[in-house]
Nanobody, 125 residues
């Protein structure tokens, strides 16, 4: 089975940067799309970013211009570069793989086949 393991979560100050990584093991294909979803305490999950197998990306409006998703198929790893972090970015970040919805829809319905366990990002003011 596919397993996803996130790393890179930390506590940073407002304006700081972090890069999250998600390494996949098991059967994973370069045709899969990969993504990131976050959930803040007391709030619903939010689709953050997704990257298709052909490199097309989609972002939540709340992170556009600040976050960048990328992937390395050879390493079965995808990344989320987060810049200009804000306190409202504080959340548990989950990596995801295998989108069952279209790229333009999956950040809303979050219909992913595989999920990681999450890594905590805390941004202090």
């Amino acid at each position: 089975d596919v397993q996803l393991v996130e790393s890179g979560g930390a506590s940073v100050q407002t304006g700081g940067s972090l890069r999250l990584s998600c390494e996949a093991s098991g059967v994973i294909y370069s045709s899969y799309c990969m993504g990131w979803v976050r959930q803040a305490p007391g709030k619903e999950r939010e689709g953050v970013a997704v990257i298709a197998s052909d490199g097309r990306t989609n972002y939540a409006n709340s992170v556009k211009g600040r976050f960048t998703i990328s992937k390395d198929n050879a390493k079965n790893t995808h990344y989320l570069q987060m810049n200009s972090l804000k306190p409202e970015d504080t959340a548990m970040y989950y990596c995801t793989a295998r989108c069952w919805s279209k790229l333009e829809d999956v950040l809303v319905d979050m219909d992913f086949g595989y999920w990681g366990q999450g890594t905590q990002v805390t941004v202090s003011s």
